[in-house]
């Protein structure tokens, strides 16, 4: 469509070198070509030319003193999108991989995501380039203070209320809320994530695993079948990944495998999920650490990986669910994933998959679930602890976590009528990116060329 190519030529000379954010654009755009076919007025109104521009971009530098009092340098990032729907709402991530391309792809992301989960909320995305990864906890306090003094300008409670992501756990939005509560005065919801003990929600923590799993559970229940019995591939070893295990195993499958950095583990009984959970909550240890516990498990590091992908995707098992990192599986791992009875991926990351990789899974028509729907549960409890701060509420496990079931299972009966509704039944990505784009963009259409 010549409307969509000649609006990512622009988007490719306004923000130039930025191929995360072009990768998640094609990606939705793509998918929108029906729509924009069968209903003239989004062109009309200059949707997707007003939807691929933020509504603000903040770019800041972070200076901090590390524990041998030399000043450290980093830069800081918030990406307001789109607050059609609501506040800007997005995780902040602290990683040195971060840049103004991927905290962009995954703002842009955020704004379908959030649409998807029928909740009041825009689209954001924060976070810095500062790596938490061996710092002392005066060090990741300082940081966050530093960061923190720039950034609680541009949020608020019913303005933009970020979130935890990559490197951004309890402890870095305890530091971020309070330095926030200095410089304001205001003991407020401003921050999601937060400790139990002071304004946190109870399954916010597992959300976004145990959301990845409900939506597994109701595309297999769709065609039926259940995920009990299924062994699953798991990459990841933070929040999402573990409590992807931790579901699926109260589900009744078993997951074989778990990653980081360094490398993976492959454990054929089943993974230890007690001594992940100490290894990576706890001690923050390496998962290499894993074999002193169990010696029948393999540890695969990094650089006994294949060239052209991940050493995990390359195992037998019948569901996949990448909880890692953006482009952590490629055209080649989705191919040994088909040939090895995968019949099911649900991407607990954000846009885990290469372009090529989706389309192998569409192509063979498995039950495939894109991340803006199948990880949209972190961000739903999110609102969920919005809610509760504002109403001055706590509720039980039991209620938020059949509120977070009921929302996956929303989310996936959207996005699978509405796959219907083009033509193609089996498309969750075509379903879940026109139902996010349609609830959003009307909302820009009655609200004015803003």
């Known amino acids: 469509m010549q409307y969509l190519a000649t609006t990512i030529a622009q988007l490719k000379e306004s923000s130039p070198a930025q191929f995360e954010f ?54 800081g990032y918030r990406i307001e999108f789109n607050s059609a729907l609501g506040p800007y709402k997005g995780g902040l991530r602290f990683h040195h991989s971060v840049n103004a391309s991927v905290i962009k792809f995954l703002g842009f992301e955020q704004i379908f995501k959030n649409a998807l989960t029928g909740l009041p909320i825009g689209g954001g995305k924060g976070g810095s380039n500062f790596n938490p990864k061996g710092r002392s906890d005066a060090e990741i306090m300082r940081f966050c203070q530093s960061f923190m003094t720039e950034l609680y300008r541009h949020i608020g409670p019913t303005t933009d209320v970020p979130a935890g992501d990559i490197g951004v756990g309890a402890r870095e939005i305890g530091y971020l809320f309070g330095q926030y509560k200095r410089l304001t005065g205001r003991y407020e919801g401003v921050l999601t994530g937060k400790s139990l003990s002071w304004g946190g929600s109870l399954v916010r923590k597992e959300a976004t695993g145990y959301g ?37 195993y109260q589900l009744g499958a078993t997951p074989v495998t778990c990653s980081d950095s360094r490398g993976s583990i492959y ?6 999920l ?36 991940h050493a995990v995707w390359r195992l037998p098992a019948d569901a996949a669910f990448p909880c890692a990192t953006q482009n952590e599986l490629t055209e080649a791992d989705a191919q040994s994933l088909l040939s090895n009875g995968c019949k099911l991926v649900a991407e607990g990351a954000n846009m885990p998959s290469t372009k090529e990789a989706i389309d192998c899974f569409i192509d063979a028509k498995i039950a495939y679930g894109p991340g803006k729907a199948a990880n949209a549960g972190g961000v739903a409890t999110s609102q969920l602890e919005m809610a509760q701060n504002a109403s001055m509420q706590t509720w039980t496990f039991e209620e938020v976590d059949e509120r977070l079931k009921k929302i996956m299972e929303s989310i996936f009966i959207t996005a699978s009528e509405t796959a219907d509704e083009f033509g193609e039944p089996d498309n969750l990505l075509l379903g879940a990116n026109i139902a996010g784009f349609r609830r959003v963009a009307d909302a820009m259409i009655e609200q004015g060329v803003v």
């Open 212 to 248: 990845a799993v409900y939506f597994a559970n109701y595309m297999l229940k769709a065609k039926g079948e259940t995920l009990e019995g299924k062994r699953c591939l798991i990459s990841g070893a933070g929040n999402v990944a573990i409590y992807a295990m931790e579901k699926l």
């Open 274 to 309: 007690e001594l992940v959970k100490r290894l990576k909550e706890q001690s923050r240890e390496s998962l290499s650490v894993y074999l002193e516990t169990h010696a029948d498990a393999k540890y695969i590091p990094v650089s006994d990986y294949p060239e052209d992908g």
């Open 22 to 75: 072009y990768q998640a654009v094609e990606e939705v755009l793509e998918s929108l070509e029906p729509i924009l076919e069968h209903s003239p007025k989004y062109q009309k109104q200059a949707i997707i030319e007003r939807l691929v521009e933020p509504e603000r971009q903040i770019f800041f530098r972070v200076p901090w003193l590390d524990d041998q009092g030399a000043i450290q340098v980093n830069k």
């Open 267 to 272: 454990h054929e009984t089943g993974i230890d």
